[in-house]
């Protein structure tokens, strides 16, 4: 299993990508968990991803996943809808130079509460980008979110509303990522969410806090059960 690093870790290190993979080289991770968050307002994107691949080499740092840019919510309008599937579009173009093959998603939030519309909502999305999913070879990790966190009406939160929309896509390519922070401001049982995923989850979000907000603090400095974590992992196999 490969261990790697967020680049929130190190801001106010660095403020480029090419300065946090140089803040990472000096720290004893060895991997980075990439964010395209800069091809929502970078022009010549193409060119940051080739700069990012030259740094990466040349600090020796490899890439175990990435996340795509969050900038739209695509259930709000159509304009939306459309804006953040090209950032994802562009995101996976990325991707495909750095040879990384799988990205988390956040999936889009409603403004009510009806669940079986925002279900049917990032189905259409999901199905959307999986064309780019498909050409550039890069696997979907739909992540849970917290509507605690983000003080929204309604969001993709547990394993059941990420298993609902794979069950209707039903695309070999989408697939899950779970946080452990954002399923304890929700106080979930870690262990159950899990196991549920089991064949699909392909990443980890592993961090802590206390139940309140999103602190991305360091593993056992805050209230997630670990316990639990832990043992569904090692109960699905997870490699």
Known sequence: MKLSVSKCAFNGLATTPEGFIEACAKSK?????????????????????????????????????????????????????ELQVNDIKKAMECANILGIDRMTVHSGFAFSRDRQELI?????????????????????????????????????????????????????????????????????DQYSNIKKLEGLLMGIHLQDNYGFNDDHMMPLLGTVNFDEVMKGLKDINYS
Request: aromatic share 14%; glycine share 2%; charged share 30%.
């Open 29 to 81: 991770f060895k991997y980075m968990d990439l964010n395209f968050y800069f091809v929502s307002d970078e022009p010549d994107y193409l060119k940051c991803a080739e700069n990012i691949k030259k740094s990466s080499e040349k600090h020796k740092i490899g890439f175990t996943m990435s996340h795509a840019p969050f900038k739209y919510n695509p259930c709000f309008d159509e304009e939306q809808f």
């Open 120 to 188: 049917d909502k990032n189905v259409r999305f999901f199905t959307e980008i999986l064309k780019f999913a498909e050409k550039y070879n890069v696997n979907i990790m739909v992540e849970n979110i917290s509507e605690v966190i983000r003080k929204r009406p309604l969001d993709i939160q547990t394993a059941d509303d990420i298993l609902a929309i794979k069950e209707k896509v039903n695309h070999p390519l989408l697939n899950a990522c779970w946080d452990t922070g954002h399923a304890n401001t929700l106080n979930l």
